[in-house]
């Protein structure tokens, strides 16, 4: 099943995503005389996408033919939810060449960092140059989000644990983090540093995360391109090890690492597509 987030009279609500359009989610309820939240972040941190996913599958998408829809092409995306809990990001996580993963030492960690709910932006709002960097860039990434509570978890169990998949930019000051390693948090915390696509790809809509392709677009060129199963730190393990630093909370977001990164300048745009079914996510950039 497919999700989103769109805007519908200024409220921004949960829809599930057909191919003749979104249907609300509540015209879900009104149909079903059920009570799934209308909100996104709600829907996922209340537990509520399980039972949903469910009826969906058993017959839902169905009756889903015959209802109420806002046309793709009239629907303003929004991003998927603006305030969840925590958002991780993992840096230099894809190899170029599969031989590569043969020689990761053992027991090597994953680079990660944090960003604050102020980076977030949707699709077609733009990402704005701050005035304390010359040297700006975006990247094309997969985002994880969690749909259930865990703690202290193995790479083997974490799949139990993942609500499903969405497109994502994250944004870089790269000439500040490059004066000093220890400015990275500042230099990916920028407002608009985070595009958060519309879109959630329930992970049993998923066959098989490792052959996903990640590809980062520049001004309607692909500027790089890689597939899951040559990261570092497969989807699995990197939630397995975020949970052993804290409780990691349905509705929480990891970005997984990007194929590549481009400089980006005032005029341009900056896409993130992956294969499966989301739809491309892409941000004009503006000072």
């Given at each position: 099943?497919?999700?989103a987030?769109?805007?519908?009279?200024?409220?921004?609500?949960?829809?599930?995503?057909?191919?003749g359009?979104?249907?609300?989610?509540?015209?879900v309820?009104?149909?079903?005389g059920?009570?799934?939240?209308?909100?996104?972040?709600?829907?996922?941190?209340?537990?509520?996408?399980?039972?949903?996913?469910?009826?969906?599958?058993?017959?839902?998408?169905?009756?889903?033919?015959?209802?109420?829809r806002?046309?793709?092409?009239?629907?303003?995306?929004?991003?998927?939810?603006?305030?969840?809990?925590?958002?991780?990001?993992?840096?230099?996580?894809?190899?170029?060449?599969?031989?590569?993963?043969?020689?990761?030492?053992?027991?090597?960690?994953?680079v990660?960092?944090?960003?604050?709910?102020?980076?977030?932006?949707?699709?077609?709002?733009?990402?704005?140059?701050?005035?304390?960097?010359?040297?700006?860039?975006?990247?094309?990434?997969?985002?994880i989000?969690?749909?259930?509570?865990?703690?202290?978890?193995?790479?083997?169990?974490a799949?139990a644990?993942?609500?499903?998949?969405?497109?994502?930019?994250?944004?870089?000051a790269?000439?500040?983090?490059?004066?000093?390693?220890r400015?990275?948090?500042?230099?990916?915390?920028?407002?608009?540093?985070?595009?958060?696509?519309?879109?959630?790809?329930?992970?049993?809509a998923?066959?098989?995360?490792?052959?996903?392709?990640?590809?980062?677009?520049?001004?309607?060129?692909?500027?790089?391109?890689?597939?899951?199963?040559?990261?570092?730190?497969?989807?699995?393990?990197?939630?397995?090890?975020?949970?052993?630093?804290?409780?990691?909370?349905?509705?929480?977001?990891?970005?997984?690492?990007?194929?590549?990164?481009?400089?980006?300048?005032?005029?341009?745009?900056?896409q993130?597509?992956i294969?499966g079914?989301?739809?491309?996510?892409?941000?004009?950039?503006?000072?």
């Amino acid at each position: 099943m497919k999700l989103a987030t769109i805007s519908v009279r200024g409220i921004e609500q949960a829809a599930v995503v057909t191919p003749g359009g979104y249907v609300l989610m509540e015209t879900v309820n009104q149909l079903e005389g059920t009570g799934w939240s209308t909100d996104m972040f709600e829907l996922v941190a209340s537990g509520q996408l399980a039972g949903l996913t469910d009826w969906y599958n058993e017959g839902g998408w169905e009756a889903l033919e015959g209802l109420e829809r806002v046309a793709l092409s009239e629907a303003q995306a929004a991003p998927l939810y603006r305030h969840p809990r925590k958002i991780w990001g993992i840096g230099m996580n894809y190899v170029t060449d599969p031989e590569e993963l043969k020689h990761v030492p053992e027991g090597s960690e994953p680079v990660s960092f944090m960003k604050p709910d102020t980076t977030i932006i949707g699709p077609g709002n733009a990402i704005r140059l701050p005035v304390q960097s010359a040297e700006v860039t975006a990247e094309a990434e997969l985002a994880i989000i969690i749909g259930k509570e865990c703690r202290s978890i193995e790479a083997e169990e974490a799949g139990a644990y993942i609500a499903g998949y969405a497109a994502a930019l994250d944004v870089t000051a790269a000439d500040i983090h490059a004066r000093n390693q220890r400015f990275l948090t500042r230099a990916k915390s920028f407002d608009t540093f985070f595009s958060f696509g519309s879109e959630l790809l329930t992970a049993d809509a998923v066959d098989d995360v490792a052959a996903l392709q990640v590809e980062t677009w520049h001004n309607g060129e692909q500027r790089h391109v890689n597939v899951i199963s040559n990261m570092r730190y497969q989807p699995s393990l990197i939630v397995a090890f975020h949970s052993q630093v804290m409780t990691l909370l349905p509705g929480d977001v990891i970005l997984t690492g990007t194929p590549g990164a481009v400089l980006i300048r005032d005029g341009d745009t900056v896409q993130c597509r992956i294969s499966g079914g989301l739809s491309p996510l892409c941000n004009p950039v503006s000072v």
